[in-house]
């Protein structure tokens, strides 16, 4: 597009100087870099700040992984980075299996069934980050700072200082919070995320086999906490296993076999015996979602907004969609010769994304008390419920959609 606006950019400040920049990211994780990326045409020029630089992909997967659905995919797609992804390695999944432990309830998802190919695919989030910055390295306009970490943020002025640790200052027209659940830009905008802890945690872990995982990702809800199984390309599983904190820090806690025991015991022995290949990790689980994501020149995206329970694996799905909503909002006031960093342009972005984040926010806090509980009754009404919209064509796709990021 290359549509770029010669603005004043403030008293004492040129468009020229080293440390202006029209866009400031704060973070280089999966939503910041997608933000970069979908705006690499714009000419805007764009510095991401992080404290860490992406993780090396080595032989060994890592341990945080993702699934990423069709809507996600297509981003990537639109933004050249998936083909560095593929190249890198991605685990395609093409059916999906959820059951209720205490009882006989079960849902299965084919993507055949819909005409697709896959579900969607498991990807490291160090793999969708080196993809992303390869697109982002054949971009000059986009400088990557990191590791530097941001001291400070003055958001009083138009244009916006961030100092970093470093000792360097910048300024900028719009600052990006995609820094996470923690998000410093979010603090310095005066914003409060009621972030709720779930009091749980999620074990994180790579783990081989006995049987085929037949490209399925299968997830079995029991009381204690959901606990998934995404299958990789190489035949191994990245689990994901959420628990209330005293139980998760009790697992940890096990030695290998008693751990890989317990492990197949909560999977009801779905895929045989399980032998861990990684080392464990453990994650504190919350959600939490922030009545205003913008002010003038400032918007926060991904987890600095919202952040939800891993149960469906969308929270980085949400990010991304943040992202490319977000750049094509601005690009569309470029190009249309609007002020692309002013509040009436950034509400625009609000106002698409607040919705479908908060119901998917709503949507996992029920599923987890739904889930999480040993009332008898619940537990007949899950069981029931998940055979029958197993068998209800119409609202067994409205989920499918919904997961696949389709509405
Ligand atoms: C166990 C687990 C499993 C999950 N599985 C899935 C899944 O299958 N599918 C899915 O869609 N989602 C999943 N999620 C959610 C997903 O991981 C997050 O939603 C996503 O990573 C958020 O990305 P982000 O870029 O917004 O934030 P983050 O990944 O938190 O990135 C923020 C970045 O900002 C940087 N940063 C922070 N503060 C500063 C500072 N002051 N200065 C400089 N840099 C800073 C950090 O270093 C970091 O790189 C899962 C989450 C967990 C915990």
Redesign the pocket.
């Known amino acids: 597009m290359g549509v770029h606006l010669n603005w004043v950019v403030g008293p004492g400040v040129s468009e020229t100087d080293t440390n202006y920049y029209d866009v400031v990211i704060?973070?280089?994780?999966?939503?910041?870099l997608t933000l970069a990326a979908a705006l690499r045409r714009t000419a805007l020029r764009i510095a991401i700040?992080?404290?860490?630089q992406a993780a090396a992909v080595t032989d060994e997967y890592a341990l945080?992984?993702?699934?990423?659905n069709h809507h996600a995919l297509q981003l990537f797609e639109a933004v050249g980075a998936i083909e560095a992804m593929v190249r890198l390695r991605v685990s395609p999944f093409r059916e999906m299996h959820v059951w209720d432990s205490t009882g006989v309830g079960q849902i299965h998802f084919d993507s055949a069934e819909l005409g697709l190919d896959t579900l969607g695919y498991i990807i490291e989030?160090n793999v969708i980050q080196h993809a992303l910055l390869a697109v982002i390295d054949q971009t000059d306009t986009i400088d990557c700072l990191c590791p530097?970490?941001?001291a400070a943020l003055d958001v009083q002025q138009r244009l916006k200082r961030v100092d970093l640790v470093g000792g360097k200052s910048l300024t900028a027209r719009l600052v990006v919070g995609?820094?996470?659940?923690?998000?410093?830009v979010r603090q310095a905008m005066g914003i409060e995320l009621l972030r709720q802890p779930y009091q749980q945690q999620?074990i994180?872990c790579t783990v081989a086999t006995e049987y085929d995982h037949q490209q399925t990702a299968w997830q079995c809800f029991s009381p204690a906490g959901p606990l998934a199984f995404l299958p990789l390309a190489n035949g191994q599983c990245s689990i994901?296993w959420s628990l209330d904190q005293p139980e998760a820090e009790n697992i940890l806690a096990l030695d290998q076999a008693a751990f890989e025991a317990r492990l197949e015991q909560a999977f009801e022995y779905r895929l045989g015996s399980v032998k861990a290949v990684s080392p464990t990790a453990m994650?504190p689980?919350g959600h939490g979602h922030i009545e205003n994501y913008v002010q003038p020149g400032l918007a926060l995206?991904?987890?600095?907004a919202h952040?939800i329970h891993?149960l469906a694996?969308?929270?980085?799905?949400l990010?991304i969609s943040d992202a490319a909503c977000l750049a094509d909002v601005v690009s569309e006031a470029l190009q249309s010769r609007r002020q692309w960093s002013a509040l009436h342009t950034l509400r625009k972005y609000e106002r698409r994304r607040k919705g479908a984040n908060r119901l998917m926010e709503v949507s996992m806090t029920a599923f987890k008390q739904l889930f999480g509980n040993n009332n008898p009754f619940l537990a007949e009404l899950r069981n029931t419920g998940l055979n029958l919209v197993d068998r209800a064509t119409p609202v067994k796709q409205a989920l499918i959609k919904q997961a696949l990021g389709k509405i």
Not at 26 to 32: D, K, S, V
Not at 49 to 52: H, W
Not at 178 to 184: E, K, T, V
Not at 313 to 317: C, D, F, K, P, S
């Open positions: 704060a973070g280089g994780g999966i939503t910041g700040v992080d404290q860490n945080r992984v993702s699934a990423i989030n530097e970490t941001i995609a820094d996470g659940a923690n998000s410093f999620a994180v994901v994650f689980l995206i991904g987890d600095a952040t891993p694996g969308q929270g980085a799905n990010g």
